[in-house]
C-alpha cells in the first residue's frame, strides 16, 4: 500500500458512482493529483468538497499507477468567500481551470504551489488580488516553459521605456526599438514591470499572457483551446471598467 499526506487545493470535483466523488487536487509535493472519495455526495463532505478549499488530503493506493483515494478533512474553504463578488469568484475558476489544464500530472510545482495558495487567499480576502493574478498567470507561463523575458529590450539591450513584448519570443520591447512593428507587438503595461496596477493595465497585461496561453501553452498540449472559464473572467473583468 502507498500513502501520502499533505494540504492541497481542491481544483474541481466530478461524480463517481452514486455516492462517490472523483476530486482533483493541487498539493505541494505530489502535484496535480486524482483520488476516489467515498461518499463525497454526503451532506458531510459535499460542503467541504468545494472548488478552491484547502484540505488536509490522505492519499492511498495499492500500486503507484492507480488512481487510489482521497481521505479529507477541511483547512479553510474560500467559495463562500467570493460567492458575493463576481469578479473574483471568475478569476477563482479561471485560475483553478488554467491549473487543471496546464499542470502536469503528479509533477512538483512547490514554488508555484505557493504563489496559488497566495492567490486563493487573496481573492478569499477580497484585496490586492488583481495584480496577483496577473503575476500567477506570468508564473503559469514560466513553470510552463514559455515565461516572458522583460528583463531588456530584445532589439537594443537597454532597460528603460519598455513598453511591448514580441509575440514570437516574449521578449521585451522598448518604444524606440519598436518602429513600424509596434501594431504587430504585444503591450507591456507598467503593472508588469512592478508598476501601478491600474484596471486599464493588468487588462493589457492579460492580453499579453492570454496570447501567450493561446498560441505557445495550448499548442504544446495538444492544440486544447485554453478553458472557457478564463474568457469568462477576462469578460467580467472587461465590464468592470
Not at 487567499?121 to 493574478?133: H, I, K, Q, S, V
Request: with cysteine.
Amino acid at each position: 500500500m502507498i500513502e501520502w499526506r499533505e494540504e492541497g487545493v481542491l481544483l474541481s470535483v466530478r461524480p463517481h458512482g452514486e455516492t462517490s466523488v472523483i476530486v482533483e487536487a493541487f498539493t505541494r509535493a505530489h502535484g496535480r493529483h486524482l483520488g476516489v472519495v467515498r461518499g463525497g455526495v454526503s451532506r458531510k463532505l459535499a460542503p467541504v468538497l468545494q472548488p478552491g478549499a484547502q484540505l488536509d488530503l490522505r492519499w492511498k493506493a495499492r500500486l503507484e499507477d492507480h488512481m487510489g483515494a482521497f481521505t479529507v478533512e477541511p483547512v479553510r474553504g474560500r467559495a463562500a468567500a467570493v460567492l458575493g463578488d463576481r469578479l473574483a469568484l471568475s478569476a477563482m475558476s479561471s485560475a483553478l481551470a488554467l491549473a487543471r489544464f496546464s499542470l502536469a500530472e503528479r509533477a512538483a510545482y512547490p514554488g508555484f504551489y505557493d504563489q496559488t495558495v497566495a492567490l486563493l487567499d487573496a481573492l478569499a480576502e477580497g484585496t490586492g488580488w488583481l495584480p496577483a493574478y496577473l503575476d500567477w498567470e506570468m508564473a503559469l507561463l514560466d513553470q510552463m516553459g514559455f515565461g516572458l523575458d522583460l528583463s531588456g529590450c530584445a532589439v537594443r539591450g537597454v532597460n528603460e521605456d519598455l513598453t511591448f513584448v514580441s509575440p514570437r519570443t516574449g521578449r521585451a520591447v522598448s518604444r524606440q526599438a519598436a518602429g513600424a512593428w509596434v501594431d504587430r507587438l504585444l503591450p507591456l503595461p507598467e503593472v508588469m514591470l512592478g508598476g501601478p496596477a491600474h484596471l486599464d493595465g493588468v487588462l493589457e497585461g492579460l492580453t499579453t499572457t492570454g496570447h501567450f496561453l493561446e498560441h505557445k501553452l495550448a499548442p504544446a498540449l495538444g492544440n486544447r483551446p485554453p478553458p472557457e472559464a478564463r474568457a469568462r473572467f477576462i469578460d467580467v473583468l472587461s465590464r468592470a471598467r
